[in-house]
């Protein structure tokens, strides 16, 4: 089975701090994801990455940034966070072809203070 | 612009009882549409995905979408809701050609009574 490995599921951060969000995916997927969930909003698509040091803006992406320098790990980094940040952040990994179906991790609940 | 739109915050059934999760969807071409299921404090889980071919998708869990091309529907049902459906269901459109990018609707919550 896939599984997608989100390293911290709870955090709680301070105004201003440099905070990094972990994905590890072990199936040897191309694409891997990370949206933010709200309540009322559903799923909003931070960023993407198709290929190792590849990335490209999802729908959100101010205030984030991503690296991705192995293909199984995908880093969400908020360079200076906000209370505004706080939120459930899901990653996801799929392989690639089309038609394939996206795996989420668990979530990591973020609340900055 | 492409969009997903999930009409209903909430949905209670009684157990037993059929259930209908609304999704419409706004796409230019062919839509690659999708359900997914989230549990609390859970990730997300793939129900079901139409792609082509009969327009009655079967998925896990014994629910089932009805794709209807005129109506830009996507429902998703269920014959005999259980209590343990109780989550919040997630509609999904693939929104470029050959990625598994893709927009989510807001989410309905699905209540199911004993």
């Known amino acids: 089975d896939v599984k997608v490995t989100q390293s911290s599921r709870y955090l709680v951060k301070r105004t201003g701090e440099k905070v990094f969000l972990e994905c590890v995916q072990d199936m040897d997927h191309e694409n891997m994801f990370w949206y933010r969930q709200d309540p009322g909003l559903g799923l909003r698509l931070i960023y993407f990455?198709?290929?190792?040091?590849?990335?490209e803006k999802g729908d959100i992406p101010e205030g984030y940034s991503v690296s991705r320098e192995k293909k199984e790990r995908f880093s969400l980094i908020l360079e200076s966070a906000s209370t505004n940040q706080t939120s459930m952040y899901l990653c996801?990994?799929?392989?690639?072809?089309?038609?394939?179906?996206?795996?989420f991790g668990e979530g990591s609940w973020l609340t900055v203070v | 612009a492409q969009s997903v739109a999930q009409p209903e915050d909430q949905v209670n059934v009684a157990e037993g009882n059929p259930l209908t999760v609304k999704c419409t969807y706004s796409?230019?071409?062919?839509?690659?549409l999708f359900w997914y299921v989230q549990y609390p404090n859970r990730g997300l889980q793939f129900l079901l995905k139409?792609?082509?071919?009969?327009?009655l998708v079967k998925g896990s869990y014994g629910f089932e979408a009805e794709f209807n091309k005129s109506q830009t529907s996507f429902h998703l049902k269920k014959p005999s809701a259980l209590v343990s459906d109780s989550a919040l269901y997630f509609c999904a459109v693939r929104v470029r050609f050959n990625t598994d990018k893709l927009i989510f609707g807001t989410g309905t919550r699905l209540q199911v009574f004993p």
């Open positions: 796409v230019s071409g062919n839509p690659y």
């Open positions: 996801a990994s799929s392989l690639g072809a089309r038609r394939t179906r996206i795996y």
């Open positions: 139409y792609i082509t071919g009969d327009n």
């Open positions: 990455s198709y290929d190792v040091k590849m990335k």
